[in-house]
């Protein structure tokens, strides 16, 4: 049965450089890739012990072990469970996109585009080239409002549209994840970062709480909350998902979504302490810090990712200042700023090693 599968699936895998293309396949109606070609193309090596139907799959110091039919991997000898089980046929071992594009992330340090009929796999890049913007929010879910009714939403986008205007300026391709007031559930955003081999994801909100004096600017990124005020903020931005139709399968996909960014976690810490730096600075804005929460919308980002909360729209004096043009401006070139020297300091170091 399994072999005539097989079969009927076209095969297809061409090479570019340092780059490979593998056609995604149907195996009983899920989405399935060979890792056959990937592994030659990276100079790795695959085998097989037969009596056990495990599978080796190394390069480097790199070892990852599967089993043909198990929804287990082992990743330098850490235990990890997928929703789909791997599965080996005549022309090479198959495993679904959701197992293949963390390991090949997080396991061999690389950059992936996950397309509707094929993966692309490259070599990791050393340059920062292309940064997804983020404009919290949007459509039926407007964010937090102000006394005076401003919406978090509207003030977002207006500051995500002005830093991927100066970051283009720069020479770095910007991908808006809306450039209009649309809603876009959580997942979709980090994908839209995925599918364009996106190098940073910068997700801009505003932040509210119970105190109307509280003002200040903190920039988060993804990892377990540790205090009562980071669990706070935390659940309220992931309460967007109340707006969204459709079940999460929050356990299962947590595990995907940490060893995805458990890869980027120094390098989100220090874009978040850039942009932190040049927001507070240009915006003549109060630091509050960097921090760390478990936020939705950057759990499914396969490079570093960080949360600007630029400041407290719960706060009168903060939500008059939102609608000066000026003062939402500098926001935005504080952000675009603090990418830019992240985007210098990066690719010097990446460059020197
Ligand atoms: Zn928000």
Same mark, same amino acid.
């Given at each position: 049965m399994l072999?005539?599968?097989?079969f009927l699936c076209?095969?297809?895998a061409s090479?570019?450089?340092?780059?490979?293309?593998? /056609?995604i396949k149907?195996?009983?109606?899920f989405?399935?890739?060979?890792?056959?070609?990937?592994s030659k193309?990276?100079g790795g090596k695959i =085998?097989?012990?037969?009596?056990?139907?495990r599978?080796?799959?190394q390069?480097?110091d790199?070892?990852i072990v599967l089993i043909?039919?198990s929804?287990?991997v082992?990743? =330098?000898?850490k235990p990890y469970?997928?929703?789909l089980p791997?599965?080996?046929?005549?022309?090479g071992?198959?495993?679904?996109p959701s197992?293949?594009v963390?390991?090949?992330?997080?396991?061999f340090? #690389?950059?992936v585009?996950l397309?509707?009929?094929? #993966?692309v796999?490259f070599?990791?890049?050393?340059?920062i080239d292309?940064v997804v913007i983020?404009?919290?929010?949007g459509?039926?879910?407007?964010?937090a409002?102000?006394?005076?009714k401003t919406?978090?939403?509207d003030v977002?986008?207006k500051?995500?549209?002005?830093?991927?205007n100066?970051l283009?300026?720069a020479?770095?391709?910007c991908?808006?994840?809306?450039?209009?007031?649309?809603f876009i559930?959580?997942?979709?955003r980090?994908e839209?970062? =995925? *599918?364009?081999? /996106?190098?940073l994801f910068?997700s801009i909100?505003l932040?509210a709480?119970?105190?109307?004096?509280?003002?200040?600017?903190?920039v988060y990124?993804l990892s377990?909350?540790?205090t009562?005020w980071?669990?706070a903020?935390? /659940?309220r931005?992931?309460?967007?998902i109340?707006?969204?139709e459709?079940e999460?399968?929050v356990?299962?996909e947590s595990?995907l979504?940490d060893?995805?960014?458990?890869e980027?976690?120094?390098?989100?810490?220090?874009l978040? /302490?850039?942009?932190?730096?040049?927001?507070t600075?240009?915006? =003549?804005?109060?630091?509050l810090g960097?921090? *760390?929460a478990?936020?939705?919308?950057?759990?499914g980002?396969?490079?570093?990712a960080?949360?600007v909360e630029?400041?407290?729209?719960?706060n009168?004096?903060c939500e008059?200042?939102?609608k000066?043009?000026g003062f939402?401006?500098n926001i935005?070139l504080?952000?675009?700023?603090?990418?830019?020297?992240?985007?210098?300091?990066?690719e010097?170091?990446?460059?020197?090693?």
């Amino acid at each position: 049965m399994l072999k005539i599968l097989f079969f009927l699936c076209l095969y297809t895998a061409s090479y570019k450089g340092n780059n490979v293309k593998v /056609a995604i396949k149907e195996l009983d109606g899920f989405r399935y890739i060979n890792i056959e070609p990937i592994s030659k193309l990276l100079g790795g090596k695959i =085998n097989y012990l037969e009596k056990s139907g495990r599978i080796f799959w190394q390069k480097g110091d790199v070892s990852i072990v599967l089993i043909d039919g198990s929804p287990w991997v082992l990743l =330098n000898a850490k235990p990890y469970n997928f929703p789909l089980p791997v599965r080996k046929g005549d022309d090479g071992v198959f495993l679904s996109p959701s197992m293949l594009v963390p390991l090949l992330s997080s396991g061999f340090n #690389l950059t992936v585009e996950l397309g509707d009929d094929s #993966l692309v796999v490259f070599e990791r890049k050393l340059k920062i080239d292309k940064v997804v913007i983020d404009a919290g929010h949007g459509g039926r879910d407007p964010g937090a409002i102000g006394l005076k009714k401003t919406k978090e939403k509207d003030v977002v986008l207006k500051i995500a549209r002005i830093v991927a205007n100066e970051l283009e300026k720069a020479g770095v391709n910007c991908i808006l994840t809306r450039d209009k007031d649309k809603f876009i559930p959580l997942e979709k955003r980090t994908e839209i970062a =995925n *599918q364009n081999g /996106a190098n940073l994801f910068v997700s801009i909100h505003l932040n509210a709480c119970r105190s109307r004096k509280t003002h200040g600017c903190e920039v988060y990124f993804l990892s377990r909350a540790r205090t009562g005020w980071e669990r706070a903020v935390e /659940a309220r931005e992931n309460s967007v998902i109340k707006f969204e139709e459709r079940e999460l399968g929050v356990d299962l996909e947590s595990i995907l979504w940490d060893l995805a960014q458990a890869e980027y976690l120094s390098e989100s810490k220090e874009l978040a /302490a850039y942009i932190l730096k040049s927001v507070t600075k240009k915006g =003549n804005i109060k630091s509050l810090g960097v921090k *760390q929460a478990n936020f939705f919308v950057l759990r499914g980002a396969y490079m570093p990712a960080v949360l600007v909360e630029a400041d407290f729209i719960s706060n009168p004096k903060c939500e008059k200042r939102f609608k000066d043009k000026g003062f939402v401006r500098n926001i935005a070139l504080g952000i675009a700023e603090g990418i830019e020297k992240f985007r210098a300091e990066y690719e010097k170091q990446m460059n020197y090693e």
